[in-house]
């Protein structure tokens, strides 16, 4: 039986070694070496951004072990037409173990972190979805923007 509770600072490794999983099979990395990296950084995030409720996550459980998670980061941006309070969360960090995917885990997942934003009074919810979870998204009745651009500084 599968259960779903909200991640606590005690979930930390655990969600770090499920992003890190999540990140190499979205990137097609597989250095330990880079795993090792991005799971420290992560778990510093975490430790803070889990505590001071800038960021929540849900996870599902079978037998006490961790299956699959989600991830929602919230901000504050300056208001617009389509989102006059400027509260916009951000979908992260969802990602279930191959065993258990198509089982509509990640779906309950996404039901349960739209709900914590709806909770908190945010009015736009956002992400970056991968080929593997476009699928899901879409059925959920998110909205495909071809705008999304990235720059990253050096």
């Given at each position: 039986?599968?259960?779903?509770?909200?991640?606590?600072?005690?979930?930390?490794?655990?969600?770090?070694?499920?992003?890190?999983?999540?990140?190499?099979?979205?990137?097609?990395?597989?250095?330990?070496?880079?795993?090792?990296?991005?799971?420290?950084?992560?778990?510093?995030?975490?430790?803070?951004?889990l505590s001071d409720d800038r960021f929540v996550a849900w996870i599902a459980l079978e037998?006490?072990?961790?299956?699959?998670?989600?991830?929602?980061?919230?901000?504050?941006?300056?208001?617009?037409?389509?989102?006059?309070?400027?509260?916009?969360?951000?979908?992260?960090?969802?990602?279930?173990?191959?065993?258990?995917?198509?089982?509509?885990?990640?779906?309950?997942?996404?039901?349960?972190?739209?709900?914590?934003?709806?909770?908190?009074?945010?009015?736009?919810?956002?992400?970056?979805a991968t080929d593997m979870g476009k699928t899901l998204y879409e059925k959920y009745g998110?909205?495909?923007?071809?705008?999304?651009?990235?720059?990253?500084?050096?």
């Amino acid at each position: 039986m599968i259960k779903y509770r909200k991640a606590t600072i005690n979930d930390i490794n655990e969600l770090a070694r499920l992003r890190s999983d999540f990140l190499m099979e979205a990137n097609d990395v597989s250095s330990e070496t880079e795993r090792s990296k991005v799971e420290t950084a992560i778990k510093q995030y975490l430790k803070t951004a889990l505590s001071d409720d800038r960021f929540v996550a849900w996870i599902a459980l079978e037998s006490d072990n961790i299956i699959a998670t989600s991830g929602l980061s919230f901000s504050t941006v300056p208001p617009s037409f389509k989102c006059l309070n400027g509260k916009v969360a951000y979908v992260m960090n969802m990602f279930t173990l191959s065993d258990y995917r198509n089982q509509g885990i990640g779906t309950e997942l996404l039901k349960l972190i739209v709900d914590e934003a709806k909770n908190r009074g945010y009015t736009r919810i956002t992400l970056h979805a991968t080929d593997m979870g476009k699928t899901l998204y879409e059925k959920y009745g998110f909205i495909d923007s071809n705008g999304y651009m990235i720059f990253n500084v050096s």
